[in-house]
């Protein structure tokens, strides 16, 4: 069956400009979840949606990072202004429910020139 | 000091090996995840336990919630076996947080 699926899973952009990730999570999987992984760093929790709803964006770095869910489905990251320090893989996971295993997209990695 | 943290940072085996990968973590938890990370990025969860032990193939997890401290043992260790071993937290809502990982390399 379809797992977890990201795109694109390569992105190169400019400094200042905006990006949109995409994250389609399992069928029927209500928990998504974002987190990031920078070069030589730990994965870093970013935001969770329960449904179509973030009750918790305070692991968002800065303003410029925002994201939604619709439908209860396809959830898109966006970062504006996009900086140096952007430059990550990003992950997507989704489960059943909350506390339940979670499923890993393969990420996408994003570079800001 | 980190919330979750491993041990060793890297290790070594040979193949055949008995390997044990500590975790240590310092906050409130719902459950305790084990997650594999392969050379190419991907990333599969391993277990996921809250209290016990667990065992999957020559995988095995154990928690000790008490003391705050998980261990991931891989009996019979292969070539195949070489990745980076997370360990990761469960928060009352079921986001992650994860230690720095194990790398591990079972040389043949």
């Known amino acids: 069956g379809a797992g977890v699926s990201q795109s694109p899973s390569n992105k190169v952009t400019e400094k200042g400009k905006d990006v949109e990730l995409r994250c389609d999570p399992i069928?029927?999987?209500?928990?998504l979840y974002w987190y990031r992984q920078s070069l030589g760093q730990g994965l870093e929790f970013l935001i969770y949606?329960?449904?179509?709803?973030?009750?918790?964006k305070s692991g968002l770095p800065s303003d410029r990072f925002s994201a939604e869910r619709t439908g209860g489905s396809v959830s898109t990251l966006t970062i504006q202004r996009t900086q140096q320090e952007d430059s990550a893989v990003y992950l997507c996971?989704?489960?059943?429910?909350?506390?339940?295993?979670?499923?890993f997209g393969d990420g996408t990695r994003l570079s800001i020139l | 000091k980190n919330e979750v943290e491993q041990s060793p940072q890297n290790l070594t085996a040979q193949e055949g090996e008995f390997i044990t990968i500590n975790c240590s973590y310092s906050?409130?938890?719902?459950?305790l995840h084990w997650l594999q990370q392969h050379p190419g990025g991907g990333i599969v969860s391993l277990f996921m336990?809250?209290?016990g032990k667990k065992k999957h193939g020559r995988l095995i997890a154990t928690i000790n919630i008490q003391e705050k401290h998980s261990s991931l043992h891989i009996t019979a260790s292969h070539p195949r076996d070489s990745a980076v071993y997370i360990c990761?937290?469960?928060?009352?809502?079921?986001?992650?947080?994860f230690g720095k990982g194990t790398k591990l390399s079972v040389k043949p």
């Open positions: 990761a937290v469960g928060g009352s809502q079921g986001n992650l947080i």
């Open positions: 069928s029927g999987h209500t928990a």
């Open positions: 949606f329960q449904g179509n709803s973030a009750p918790d």
């Open positions: 336990l809250s209290s």
């Open positions: 906050v409130g938890i719902s459950a």
């Open positions: 996971a989704s489960s059943l429910s909350l506390n339940q295993p979670q499923h």
